[in-house]
């Protein structure tokens, strides 16, 4: 019988506490980034130029497609012998995860876009709105409510993957969880621990999301 | 002899190979109101859409008070900058068959976010006019509530308080009351009587018979790709000279009594 003791994780609490406040900054940084490059990557998509909406979908497939390591690795290891630039891992993961997360925004924000009826645009543009003013005032602020639940999800999914990170020994949640598991000879209860962290913080975010998406759908608009 | 607000000489659209209607002139005077009558496929819509450019026309001249709107291209439909359409429909309001309110605004916003985005106008100000616009729908008492609480009718009548509030010179109707049950159509052309008492100047497509006749100074019934039959609601509808006016307006009186 495998005898449990916390206490020698416990006692090296503050290790795990600066992992997970760098897996919470890398992950608000590549969410913030992310964002902004999908809704980027979506306008350009849905743009009728060509040179816009053919390199946007692009960049779209290879990023949905590749496994997310192999990007990390490709930013961390490659990416500095292309450009001959120092790689932090910190800023491979960044960029990796910006981009990464945003090609699955870009998709997200693209099928709420094109969700909102045909009516709603030449309502906007009959009373003399610009495309640009459509957009702002009449289409995102519906499309964002639509495609909210998709975008936690994705928000969520970000989080864990940024895990990934600890592989270029970049000093997240999951990488101190090793180096104490190591020192400590426990690591069951360490990866428990983390495993509890993981589940409070993302349940604690569905929750308020949850909450969000009710608030949404009391503010009268989705009633028939 | 007043100048026309609207005139479209030589007006077409196809699309592709299909041709919808070509070779249109037409003068709308200040104070006209047009009744556009015609079979299902007839391209009412796409005459009315075309007048503000939410389809873009492909041959021909539109003037607005003198000023021509748009340049004809050899390839292809007319060219209109992103400005000229802006200003363009500032001055030539719609109202769809759909209502097509912004749901996420209240009825108030919905009437007020022309001015506001489109013209600068302050909140406050926009908000104000916006009541004033509800009033003379008979709807200020809904000015808070968002449009998913509304009836059709109502709906509609916040769609034409909308398109009030830029001030046009010319409204656009699409068949407005299409969609509504007939129960709700009455307040609706009521509204619209009321606009016409007003001196405005209106095109409507519509296929309420009787309504054009009260409503309309002119009815250009439309049919083989142009206007086939025009005139004076007397002459159009009670003696239409032409056959396919005529057999339009039998088929619409069948169940009449
Ligand atoms: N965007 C479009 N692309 C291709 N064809 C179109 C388009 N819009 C309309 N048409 C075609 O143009 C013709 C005229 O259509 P339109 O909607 O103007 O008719 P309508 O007179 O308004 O008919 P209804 O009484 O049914 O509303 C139809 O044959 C229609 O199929
Ligand atoms: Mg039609």
Redesign the interface.
């Known amino acids: 019988m495998y005898e449990w003791d916390f206490s020698p994780v416990l006692a090296e609490g503050g290790f795990l506490l600066v992992g997970f406040r760098n897996t919470l900054i890398l992950t608000a940084t590549a969410l913030s980034g992310g964002l902004v490059v999908g809704l980027l990557l979506a306008f350009a998509r849905l743009s009728h130029r060509r040179w816009l909406n053919v390199p946007a979908g692009v960049v779209i497939e290879v990023f949905r497609t590749t496994p997310p390591l192999v990007q990390l690795f490709w930013f961390y290891f490659g990416l500095p012998i292309v450009l001959s630039v120092e790689m932090t891992p910190f800023l491979a993961a960044s960029l990796t995860f910006m981009i990464q997360s945003g090609a699955f925004f870009a998709e997200i924000f693209r099928a709420g876009i094109v969700s909102i ?1 045909r ?2 645009w ?10 640009n ?1 459509c957009m702002g ?2 289409i995102l ?2 499309a964002v ?1 639509r495609m909210f639940p998709s975008m936690m999800e994705r928000s969520i999914e970000l989080m864990k993957t940024t895990t990934l990170v600890a592989t270029v020994s970049y000093a997240d949640l999951l990488f101190q969880a090793n180096e104490l598991a190591q020192k400590t000879f426990r690591p069951l209860e360490v990866f428990t621990v983390v495993a509890l962290i993981y589940f409070v913080s993302i349940s604690f975010i569905s929750f308020v999301a949850s909450r969000m998406e009710r608030r949404f759908a009391r ?6 | 002899m007043n100048a026309p607000v609207l005139r479209l000489s030589g007006f077409g659209k196809h699309f592709g190979s299909l041709r919808v209607f070509s070779d249109i002139d037409l003068d709308v005077m200040p104070g006209d109101r047009i009744a556009i009558l015609g079979a299902s496929g007839s391209g009412k819509s796409t005459l009315l859409r075309c007048i503000n450019v939410l389809e873009t026309p492909s041959e021909g001249s539109l003037e607005l008070d003198g000023d021509v709107v748009g340049q004809p291209s050899r390839s292809g439909d007319m060219r209109f900058s992103e400005r000229e359409l802006c200003a363009l429909r500032q001055r030539v309001g719609m109202v769809f068959q759909q209502f097509n309110l912004f749901p996420h605004m209240t009825v108030a916003g919905n009437v007020a976010e022309g001015l506001k985005t489109v013209r600068g106008v302050p909140a406050q100000k926009a908000q104000e006019r916006a009541v004033t616009e509800l009033q003379r729908v008979g709807l200020a008492d809904k000015a808070d509530t968002f449009p998913s609480r509304l009836s059709g009718g109502q709906k509609q009548r916040v769609a034409i308080a909308r398109a009030l509030a830029m001030d046009p010179e010319i409204l656009l109707f699409d068949e407005p009351t299409s969609a509504l049950d007939p129960a709700l159509v009455g307040e609706v052309l009521g509204v619209i009587e009321q606009l016409a008492t007003e001196g405005r100047t209106m095109l409507l497509v519509t296929h309420e018979i009787g309504f054009a006749y009260h409503f309309a100074t002119r009815i250009l019934f439309l049919a083989e790709g142009g206007i086939y039959e025009s005139g004076t609601p007397d002459d159009v509808l009670k003696n239409p000279k032409r056959p396919l006016t005529q057999q339009f307006l039998a088929e619409h009186r069948r169940f009449q009594f």
């Open positions: 009826e009516g709603q030449e309502a906007a543009r009959a009373i003399g709105m610009t495309y003013q005032r009449v602020p519906q409510k503010s009268g608009e989705f009633t028939p």
